[in-house]
């Protein structure tokens, strides 16, 4: 029987890049309505300015600043009313000093002016005369040229995920199509003679499908597409032909259960079964964790997660998201927190330590309070919002001390 030859996190996440890095994830266009949540696969260069024109952001006249200055109640400034500004067209008008063009809000501003005064500050004498009482900075109410976008500004970067606010950006840019990343495709497989579905009937020793279920959920938040989730009982020959099935479908193909060293742990042997580089990591330096395997067949990536919920969801969170997110390159989603520990906590010798945390608020300050329990527990997970890391060099980690929070 083969054994764990097991490796740190960091030497795995090499192993990821050296043999991954060209893992083809295609690009396809959609329209910006059809985008949400996807991933940009290309820079949006700006081609234009936003906006194209100096704009008033206030209904009122533009004017010089310069003519206001040292203005007041007792001293108004009185200017000349050169024009009125129609909402959607441009102005040839050039204002002179002693001038002042009527604006909307939104309009253009005439060439020469550099503010505008709102009209509840202005006192009208007459149809070609305004007194103003109030001095107005340069710039004051105005939207300058190029304020929004600049152009070509990379106004969006190329593994961004595309969020609502992104299309209003892309929309005031006239662009109505985007290239982005085809979902890559996952195909999960959970392994056991004991795992059932849902709506099997649920006798002593059998225990439903968590984790194909969770793994679901974690793909989808990564912005992966499911092409198929199956249950495989713990047998070479069934598990070999799922998994080639797998290769022959999907670019990631995870299989949770059957990770470890048991007498009915298959997918080591499946992993080297086809042809590719088959089993590149086997054990990994973490808890909980350790029994991972990562291999290669047909060029697609397969991942051995263990069998217990909670550490099958925490290695995808370290490996399979590391994948996605750094190498393939897209989805770049930052997702953590700073807090303060709660409470003192210890690590296990030798092994990068995951701990489940609660977040509590107090006084404006946020706390990571920790939750212990067995990785065989989806409970311990559902309870967590996320965990903390103490390194395999670090004893523990300390009551007041500032740490980084892994969102779940
Ligand atoms: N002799 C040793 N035994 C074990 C070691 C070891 O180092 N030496 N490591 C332990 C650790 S750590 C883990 S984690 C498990 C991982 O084992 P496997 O990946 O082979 O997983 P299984 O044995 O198939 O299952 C473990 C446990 O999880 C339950 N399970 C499996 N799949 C699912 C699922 N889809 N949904 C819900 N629960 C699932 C399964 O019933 C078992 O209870 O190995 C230890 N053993
Ligand atoms: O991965 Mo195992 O959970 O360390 O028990």
Avoid: W
């Amino acid at each position: 029987m083969e054994f764990f030859n097991v490796i740190s996190v960091d030497e795995v996440k090499n192993i990821l890049k050296e043999n991954f890095s060209d893992l083809c994830i295609n690009l396809e266009e959609v329209s910006i309505l059809n985008c949400l949540d996807r991933i940009l696969g290309e820079d949006i260069i700006s081609d234009i300015n936003v906006p194209e024109f100096n704009r008033s952001t206030v209904d009122g006249y533009a004017i010089k600043s310069s003519d206001s200055h040292g203005c007041s109640d007792s001293l108004p400034s009185f200017l000349d009313v050169a024009g009125e500004v129609n909402m959607g067209e441009s102005i040839d008008t050039k204002i002179k000093s002693g001038q002042a063009v009527y604006v909307p809000t939104g309009g253009m501003i005439p060439e020469g002016a550099d503010s505008v005064i709102m009209i509840e500050h202005v006192e009208k004498l007459d149809d070609i005369t305004i007194a103003i009482h109030r001095p107005l900075f340069p710039g004051e109410n105005v939207i300058y040229k190029g304020d929004d976008i600049k152009k070509r500004e990379v106004i969006l970067n190329k593994g961004k995920k595309i969020t609502p606010q992104d299309i209003g950006v892309l929309a005031s840019l006239g662009v109505g199509t985007v290239k982005v990343y085809k979902k890559p495709k996952f195909y999960i497989i959970s392994t056991g003679d004991e795992i059932i579905d849902l709506d099997e009937e649920l006798t002593l020793g059998k225990i439903r499908d968590i984790n194909g279920y969770a793994l679901y959920s974690l793909i989808e938040k990564l912005g992966g597409e499911i092409v198929n989730r199956v249950i495989v009982k713990d047998d070479y020959e069934l598990l070999r032909e799922e998994v080639d099935k797998a290769l022959n479908t999907s670019n990631i193909i995870l299989i949770s259960g059957g990770s470890s060293v048991g007498t009915r742990d298959f997918t080591y042997d499946v992993i080297n079964s086809f042809d590719g580089k088959g089993v590149l990591v086997h054990g990994v330096s973490i808890k909980p964790g350790k029994p991972t395997l990562i291999g290669e067949g047909k060029g697609k990536v397969i991942f051995g997660l263990p069998g217990h919920p909670v550490s099958s969801i925490i290695v995808f969170k370290i490996f399979v998201e590391y994948l996605v997110k750094e190498i393939i390159g897209i989805n770049k989603e930052i997702n953590k927190t700073k807090a303060i520990m709660d409470y003192n906590i210890h690590s296990s010798p030798g092994k990068e330590t995951y701990q489940m945390v609660s977040l509590d608020e107090r006084d404006g300050k946020l706390y990571a309070v920790p939750n212990f329990g067995k990785s065989g527990l989806i409970t311990l997970l559902s309870k967590s919002c996320g965990y903390v890391v103490i390194k395999s060099e670090e004893e523990g980690l300390y009551k007041g001390q500032e740490v980084d929070m892994y969102f779940i």
